[in-house]
């Protein structure tokens, strides 16, 4: 079975009204191949302007969501606004809010299936430090932050999340994972579905990478069998993230 290419563009809390003009630009005359699942997750107060000047053929996904569909939750997003606009995803669990705003993996996975069942899709985050990677538990904290997820998910529910693996020492540093580490994680969060989950959904999930793609180190990761895309985070306010959406092409 062959899995969807799939390339998401995490524009975090970066953007202008007239630097998101301009990236749109680029991205709506952008040749993108058919194959490929292509997304881009702007900040919060740009969903919409985002969505309205973007082609249809890229998808927009927000951030973050709550696990409500309205009421008192100051400062929160619900899944039905999102739908309201046009967003069909949403991030969870980034590396970023789980270290500065203390999202752990429980809330994660109750958000995500909140969304999920709500017409959401999610891209759930996970990913493990440089010091539990250098401990040798980069496994143990990668299953520790799905299993929250496989607990609270229907087998068909897979079908409306990708995985990105994203190790924090990579993300934003220049220091990208090298293919053969990349490859490891993947492959192993894989067999992890196959276990946890199904053999089914393990074969059909899309696992993607994030931390330090770019243009040029975009096709060696690509080449790998069980890395199905890219989550992109600053290449991804440049023009180079076309090269990185057609990195498998
Ligand atoms: O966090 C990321 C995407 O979500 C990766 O960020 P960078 O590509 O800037 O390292």
């Known amino acids: 079975m062959s899995r969807q290419f799939f390339v998401g563009g995490n524009w975090k809390m970066n953007g202008t009204t007239a630097s998101n003009e301009a990236l749109i630009e680029t991205l709506n005359g952008a040749e993108i191949p058919e194959d490929v699942d292509v997304v881009v997750a702007p900040p919060a ?9 973007l082609s249809p053929r890229i998808a927009v996904s ?13 400062g929160e997003l619900a899944p039905a606004m999102l739908a309201d606009l046009g967003i069909t995803w949403t991030l969870q669990g980034h590396s970023e809010r789980r270290e500065y705003f ?9 958000k995500t299936k909140f969304a999920i069942e709500h017409g959401i899709k999610v891209i759930a985050c ?29 087998a068909e529910q897979w079908a409306d ?18 293919p053969d580490q990349a ?10 579905l196959a276990e946890n989950v199904s053999a089914e959904v393990a074969e059909a999930t899309r696992i993607i990478y994030g931390g330090s793609v770019n243009g040029k180190n975009c096709n060696e990761l690509a080449g790998q069998p069980d890395i199905d ?19 498998r092409a």
């Open 183 to 192: 490859q490891e994680v993947h492959a192993y969060i894989r067999a992890w």
């Open 102 to 110: 203390h999202e752990s993996s429980e809330f994660v996975a109750k």
């Open 126 to 154: 996970i990913g493990e430090k440089l010091a539990e990677r250098e401990d040798g538990t980069t496994f143990d904290v990668c299953a520790a932050q799905l299993a929250p997820i496989a607990e609270a998910l229907s």
């Open 229 to 247: 895309g890219f989550l992109v985070g600053g290449a991804s306010l440049k023009p180079e993230f076309v090269n990185i959406i057609a990195a």
């Open 45 to 53: 107060i740009y969903l919409e302007s985002v969505r309205k000047a």
């Open 161 to 178: 999340v990708v995985i990105a693996y994203e190790p924090v020492w990579a993300i934003g540093t220049g220091k990208v994972a090298t």
């Open 62 to 74: 927000a951030q973050n969501c709550y696990h409500a569909q309205s009421g008192a939750f100051t």
